[in-house]
C-alpha cells in the first residue's frame, strides 16, 4: 500500500516509525514548517521530520495546504493508497479527502465520538474518565466526526498525567493503525458512523483553563491538574501573584474550609474546595520562584488562618 504520511508532533512519531518497519511504501512525509523554539529562539524541526529523515523519507514541510497547487500537484502526481493523517495540526482540504481511493485515515486518542477535538488526552483525564482509547477512523470536513474503522480501550491509570499517558496511546495508536490498513488491504472492515448524540468536545486548551475554580471539588480539581499537565497545568491567585499547584491530592476527611480557604496543620497545607472537600497541596510554585514543598511554602510565606487563594 502506497501511503503518504501527515504528521507533526511526538505523538505521531511511533505510528510513522510503525509504518515503515511493517513495510509500507511512504513515499512523503507532510509536516508543518520548522519553528524557532525555545530561550534561544533557535529554528527546529517537528519531531516527525526529525523521525523521517532518520527513516530515509522524502519530506515536505508546507506552510498552507489548502489552496497550494504546488503541494496538490505533488500529491497527484504520487497517487496514493491512503492519506495517514496523525496530529498534523492543519484542516485537511476537499481535494486530499477525495485523492486516495482509501480515503485519509486518521489515529485519534480517544474513543469517539467522546472528546472530538484538539485536545482529548488532557480533557479525558481532567474530566476523571478512567478509561481511554484510540480510534481510526476516515476523515471527512468535520470535526473528527468521520466513521469509525478501528477502535482499542486503554485503562487511565490514578496517577496518570496527560504527559504520562499520552506515550502510551501514541504506541497503542501506531499498532492499532497497521491493523486498520491490513484489514483494509484484505477487506475485512467495514468503516462503522459515529452516534453524534453522544459526542462530546475536547477543545484546544486556553491559559484560563488552568485556573482553579475552588467551588470544584477537590477530585475534580486534582483530576484538571493531572490533564493540563505540561500547560496549562493548574493555578490560583495568592497575595496578589499566581501560586501554581505542582502536586497535590483529594483528602478523604470532610472539611469545613470555604472554597479556597488555606489552612496550615502540621506542616502540611490544605486549601478548602466545593461540597466540603479538601485538597491537601504536596508542591507549588509561587509566581516568578523555584518549586517547592508544601513546607518549604508554609516556612516561607506563613499563610496566615483564613488566608484565601482565589
Not at 102 to 115: D, E, Q
Not at 145 to 152: N, P, R, Y
Not at 193 to 220: M, N, W, Y
Not at 252 to 261: A, I, M, Q, R, V
Request: glycine fraction near 8%.
Amino acid at each position: 500500500m502506497k501511503l503518504v504520511f501527515c504528521g507533526t508532533p511526538l505523538f505521531a512519531v511511533p505510528t510513522l516509525e510503525r509504518l515503515a518497519a511493517a513495510g509500507f511504501d511512504i513515499q512523503l512525509v507532510v509536516t508543518q514548517p520548522d519553528r524557532p523554539q525555545g530561550r534561544g529562539m533557535e529554528l527546529t524541526s517537528p519531531p516527525v521530520k526529525q523521525t523521517a529523515l532518520k527513516l530515509g523519507l522524502s519530506v515536505t514541510q508546507p506552510e498552507k495546504i489548502k489552496k497550494n497547487e504546488e503541494f496538490q500537484a505533488q500529491l497527484k502526481t504520487l497517487n496514493p493508497d491512503a492519506i495517514i493523517v496523525v496530529g498534523y495540526g492543519r484542516i485537511v482540504p476537499p481535494w486530499m479527502l477525495t485523492l486516495p481511493p482509501y480515503g485519509n485515515i486518521n489515529v485519534h486518542a480517544s474513543l469517539l465520538p467522546k472528546y472530538r477535538g484538539a485536545a482529548p488526552i488532557q480533557w479525558s483525564i481532567a474530566e476523571g474518565e478512567t478509561v481511554t482509547g484510540v480510534t481510526t477512523m476516515l476523515l471527512n470536513e468535520g470535526l473528527d466526526t468521520g466513521d469509525v474503522l478501528l477502535q482499542k480501550e486503554m485503562a487511565i491509570r490514578p496517577e496518570d498525567t496527560a504527559v504520562t499517558l499520552a506515550p502510551r496511546l501514541a504506541e497503542l495508536g501506531a499498532d492499532l493503525l497497521v491493523e486498520t490498513l491490513r484489514g483494509l488491504e484484505q477487506k475485512q472492515i467495514t468503516a462503522a458512523p459515529q452516534d453524534h448524540s453522544q459526542a462530546t468536545l475536547a477543545p484546544i486548551l486556553k491559559k484560563e483553563d488552568g485556573q482553579v475554580d475552588f467551588s470544584r471539588t477537590a477530585t475534580e480539581i486534582h483530576n484538571r491538574l493531572r490533564g493540563f499537565q505540561p500547560w496549562p497545568g493548574a493555578y490560583a491567585r495568592f497575595r496578589g501573584k499566581n501560586l501554581k499547584f505542582i502536586s497535590a491530592r483529594p483528602e478523604d476527611t470532610p472539611s469545613n474550609l470555604n472554597p479556597g480557604e488555606l489552612r496550615v496543620g502540621d506542616e502540611k497545607l490544605f486549601a478548602g474546595c466545593g461540597n466540603r472537600t479538601v485538597l491537601q497541596l504536596l508542591q507549588v510554585q509561587p509566581e516568578g520562584k523555584k518549586i517547592m514543598t508544601a513546607r518549604e511554602f508554609i516556612n516561607g510565606y506563613h499563610p496566615a488562618a483564613g488566608e484565601r487563594l482565589g
